[in-house]
């Protein structure tokens, strides 16, 4: 029985090439969406290497120093109590932000007072926003640089093709190494391979390099760089200043079965407790962000809110949902419609095959079946299809990130696929199997 509802399915699809390459269509094109974007966030966001702890990281990237009025404004009500006019005083005291300073925290204010925070197994200090150029036979080549302490290498879990990080000794000494990525090495050497040892000339020094890391394949600017050097090789006006506000990133680790919550709740605490700088008095609030890994990057992309770093966070998944939602959404109702009317043009099809006998469960098994078999072959495009983009997107913007195929994600939208193609197929199906042989024979429409 299935062969034969197979060899009728087949016929059938063949019969209007065009309804059925529409559909195929819009089951491929929904697929390769669905994987793209799950590949795009997991490649860039995911818990992948270098981000491997991602999950337990409390990041603090963006500090406030603002200038606050406060308005306070009093209200009377009067009531009679036993013939006795009472008079009842309210206060309300409302905060209007005049200006203030908005950027990463400095490093004075990071090294003082966020050293040692409750609940956390490990923390780093990091300057990722500089550039620099190194002079290969006479050509500039400018690198994006990562100044780090040794503790990088403990929170963010690169991968070394050969080498080591630099050590404790090497960051507290400011000795003249780096570690580079593969990339960067086959720019400056020529070559990704048997580099430790060598020098390379940048800032006037030379510096030797310790290790080779493959890159991030993130835009996240945290891990998404070429070349990472000791931060104790930063000028001493960088790392003496007494500005709370900076450019330096701090990201901790929360200690296994500590919520990151609770680890953020004592961010905040300490944060309240930070007396204001003395040659900055005109400022009279100071402000440290420390959200979740995910809450940190999509609030640093659209700062939505200086008190709810999640905020941003949620707008971003509300906004993710959506798109994927629209997708899915609109070739469904298109497979929908398709469906009624390449079942319609069929009613006289059915009268005939009634007329011989087929019951009325019959048609709608073959049916649906024929359903089935349009979005087996939609995934199989799908799949394709999914490959196909990753390839490209990685040939053509592989200096930014990589795209790896999800497989989860790909037989989660196969599922869907199939009880949406289920669900389309199922009202026209049982209306067409119903009509009266009669009739069929007579018209082609229901």
Request: net charge neutral; charged share 20%.
């Amino acid at each position: 029985m299935i062969t034969n509802y197979l060899k009728i399915a087949i016929k059938s699809l063949r019969r209007n090439p065009f309804f059925t390459s529409v559909n195929l269509f819009g089951i491929a094109f929904t697929l390769m969406l669905l994987v793209l974007v799950a590949s795009l966030y997991e490649s860039n966001l995911g818990n992948l290497k270098p981000l491997t702890y991602k999950s337990d990281m409390v990041v603090m990237n963006r500090g406030m120093l603002r200038d606050v009025n406060y308005d306070t404004a009093y209200t009377f009500k009067k009531t009679m109590v036993g013939g006795v006019e009472q008079v009842d005083t309210q206060m309300q005291i409302s905060r209007e932000f005049l200006g203030g300073w908005y950027e990463n925290p400095g490093y004075f204010l990071l090294d003082k007072y966020f050293r040692a925070v409750p609940g956390t197994r490990e923390r780093t200090f990091f300057e990722d926003r500089l550039q620099r150029d190194v002079f290969v036979n006479d050509q500039k080549m400018s690198f994006h640089v990562n100044h780090t302490d040794d503790a990088y290498w403990r929170v963010f879990d690169f991968e070394f093709t050969e080498g080591r990080p630099y050590s404790h000794q090497e960051f507290e000494s400011g000795a003249n190494v780096a570690v580079i990525t593969t990339v960067a090495a086959r720019s400056i050497f020529g070559r990704d391979k048997d580099v430790v040892g060598q020098t390379f000339q940048t800032n006037a020094r030379n510096y030797e390099v310790v290790g080779v890391v493959e890159p991030a394949s993130s835009f996240v600017s945290m891990v998404n760089q070429d070349l990472f050097f000791p931060y104790t090789q930063l000028s001493a006006s960088v790392l003496t200043s007494r500005d709370y506000i900076g450019n330096f990133t701090a990201v901790h680790l929360a200690s296994k079965n500590v919520d990151r919550r609770n680890v953020i709740a004592e961010i905040n605490h300490i944060t309240s407790k930070i007396p204001m700088p003395d040659d900055q008095s005109y400022y009279e609030e100071l402000t440290l962000l420390a959200a979740d890994f995910d809450a940190a990057i999509a609030n640093g992309m659209a700062p939505v809110s200086d008190e709810d770093p999640e905020l941003a966070w949620t707008i971003l998944r509300i906004i993710i949902i959506c798109i994927v939602l629209l997708f899915i959404t609109v070739p469904t109702l298109n497979l929908i419609n398709l469906n009624v009317s390449r079942i319609m043009e069929r009613s006289s099809e059915i009268g005939v095959r009634k007329a011989f006998g087929a019951t009325t469960s019959m048609i709608a098994r073959q049916l649906l079946f024929e359903n089935v078999v349009l979005t087996i072959l939609g995934a199989i495009f799908g799949f394709l299809a999914a490959l196909g983009m990753i390839a490209l997107i990685n040939s053509v913007a592989s200096h930014l990130f990589t795209l790896r195929f999800n497989g989860t994600v790909f037989l989660y939208g196969v599922i869907l696929t199939f009880v949406f193609g289920l669900i389309s197929g199922l009202l026209p199906a049982y209306r067409t199997s119903k009509i009266h042989v009669v009739e069929a024979l007579k018209n082609t429409q229901l």
